[in-house]
C-alpha cells in the first residue's frame, strides 16, 4: 500500500505500529560529506534503519510512503535546553515543552540545569511511548561552596542528587553515584572550581560513567583550565571574554559596542582552541541566550570556527510556546550568517556533533544503517537555505511518524 506525504492522524497512527517502513525515493543527507545522495530508500525495522538503497525487495509486510524527492535529514539536536524550572516545577508543562521541540524536528535534547526528579519522570514516559517528546538527556548541576553560599552558609534549601555543592574532601564517587540514582547521562560543572579540585571532579565522573560538561569559565579556573580538567563539552563562548585584559570600561552599560568588538578582536584564543582540539573538547555556543547583551560573541565564535574546533548547537532558552519556531532555528541563522558556517557545517553541529555531546554518536545524528530513525522530511533544501528547517512535513521519532 502507498501514502502520500501528507498523512492523516489515522495513517500516520498505522504507520507507527508497522513492523517493516520504507521512505522511498527520498534525498539523504550525508552528514559527514555535506551533500545529499538523490533517490534513495531508507529501510526502517524496530525503530532503527537497516538498509539504505536504490532498491529494495522483502517478502515481509510493508508500508511505502514515497516522498518524492523530499529531503530527508537527521532529527535536529538542541544540546543546551531548560525545559524544567528547578523549583516549583510543573510536570505538564515540562511535557508541554518537550513535545513542542519534537514537533519541530528537536528529536533529541540536553537539559543543562533543571528538575532532575521531573526529567527522569519525562524520560523514562518518552521511552516508554506515554508521551511525545525528544529523547532527553539531562545533567546532575554542581557548583563549589562559594557559588551556593558565598563562604556565609546562606542557601536554606537542601541539596539534592540533581543538584549538589562539591569541595575537597568530599567523597565524589559517592556523590556521582547519587546523581545517577536520578538517570542523569552527565554532570554540569557550573562554578567555583579552582584548577586543582576541576580534574579531581571531572575524573569521578568519567569512572562513574557520566559525560563531563561543563562552564566554560569556572570562576576561578580559566578556559584554558577548564578544558585541561578533562571537561569534554564547555557552554558558552561569550565566557571566553574573561581572557581579555582587564579594564573599568568593558562591563559598563553604556560602553560602545565598537569598544567591545576591539577588545574581544585583540583576545589570543589560540591556545585554548589548540587545547580543545588536543583534548577533542566541544564548545556550546549558546549564542542566542548572549546575542541581546553582546552582540560581539557573533565575531568571536567565528574566529573559534576558523581554527577548527568542533562547536555544537545549544541555545540555553527556556521555551517560549507562543513562538512559531524553536530558537534553534536563530541559532542555526547565526551560525550561517554571521559566523563562518557553511550549511553544511552548521548542521554537522546541529545533529553529529550534538550527538557525540549527549554521547550518542553511535546512534543518532546522520543517517546510516544501524542507527536510530530519528529524522525530517523537508520540502526544501536546507544546503541551500538553512530556514529550510521551518518547513518540516514529517517527523519521525525511532522510526513512527508522527502526525502535524
Known amino acids: 500500500m502507498l501514502f502520500s506525504i501528507n498523512l492523516s492522524k489515522s495513517e500516520a497512527s498505522l504507520l507507527s505500529n508497522d513492523t517493516l517502513l520504507v521512505l ?6 550525508d552528514v559527514q560529506k555535506g551533500k545529499f545522495v538523490e533517490h534513495k530508500n531508507v529501510v526502517i525495522k524496530d525503530g532503527k534503519i537497516i538498509k539504505i538503497a536504490s532498491n529494495f ?36 508543562k515540562t511535557y508541554s515543552h518537550l513535545s513542542y521541540f519534537l514537533k519541530h524536528g528537536i528529536t533529541s535534547v540536553r537539559d543543562a540545569g533543571g528538575d532532575g526528579d521531573a526529567l527522569l519522570i ?47 574532601g568530599d567523597d565524589l564517587d559517592k556523590a556521582m553515584i547519587w546523581a545517577k540514582s536520578v538517570g542523569v547521562t552527565g554532570v554540569k560543572l557550573y562554578h567555583s572550581f579552582d ?40 557552554s558558552h563562548v561569550s565566557m571566553l571574554e574573561t581572557m581579555r585584559k582587564p579594564d573599568t570600561i568593558f562591563n559598563r552599560r553604556k560602553t560602545p559596542n565598537a569598544y567591545r568588538d576591539s577588545v574581544v578582536a585583540a583576545i589570543d584564543i589560540t591556545e585554548f582552541c589548540n587545547e580543545m582540539k588536543k583534548h577533542n573538547a566541544i564548545l556550546d555556543a549558546t549564542l542566542c541566550v548572549s546575542m541581546e547583551k553582546d552582540p560581539w560573541v557573533l565575531k568571536l565564535l567565528k574566529r573559534v570556527h576558523q581554527q577548527g574546533v568542533k562547536i555544537a548547537t545549544g541555545t540555553d532558552q527556556i521555551v517560549d510556546l507562543k513562538s512559531p519556531y524553536p530558537r534553534l532555528m536563530d541559532e542555526l541563522n547565526y551560525f550561517v550568517t554571521d559566523c563562518g558556517f557553511t550549511n553544511a557545517e552548521a548542521i554537522r553541529s546541529a545533529t553529529l556533533i550534538a550527538a557525540e555531546v549527549i554521547g550518542q554518536e553511535n546512534n543518532v545524528g546522520s543517517i546510516e544503517v544501524g542507527k536510530k530513525a530519528n529524522l525530517i522530511v523537508l520540502k526544501e533544501n536546507p544546503l541551500q537555505d538553512i530556514s529550510a528547517f521551518k518547513q518540516i512535513e514529517v517527523v519521525i521519532k525511532s522510526g513512527k511518524i508522527l502526525a502535524r
Not at 24 to 29: E, F, P, R, Y
Not at 226 to 234: Q, Y
Open 24 to 29: 522511498k525515493n527520498a534525498n539523504v543527507l
Open 195 to 234: 584548577a586543582q579540585f576541576l580534574p579531581q571532579v571531572a575524573s569521578a565522573a568519567k569512572r562513574n560513567g557520566l559525560k563531563v560538561w561543563g562552564h566554560t569559565m569556572q570562576y576561578p579556573a580559566s578556559p584554558i583550565e577548564v578544558v585541561k580538567s578533562g571537561v569534554k563539552v564547555l
Open 57 to 92: 525487495k522483502t517478502k515481509e509486510p510493508v508500508k511505502i510512503i514515497d516522498l518524492k524527492g523530499k529531503f530527508l535529514t537527521p532529527g535536529l539536536i538542541d544540546v543546551h535546553v531548560h525545559v524544567t524550572s528547578n523549583y516549583k516545577n510543573s510536570i505538564e
Open 122 to 168: 519525562a524520560s523514562k514516559a518518552i521511552s516508554a511511548g506515554e508521551r511525545n517528546g525528544p529523547d532527553v538527556y539531562y545533567s546532575a548541576f554542581m557548583a563549589g561552596d562559594w557559588y551556593y553560599n558565598r563562604d556565609q552558609n546562606i542557601r536554606k534549601e537542601p541539596y539534592t542528587a540533581w543538584q549538589q555543592r562539591l569541595v575537597p
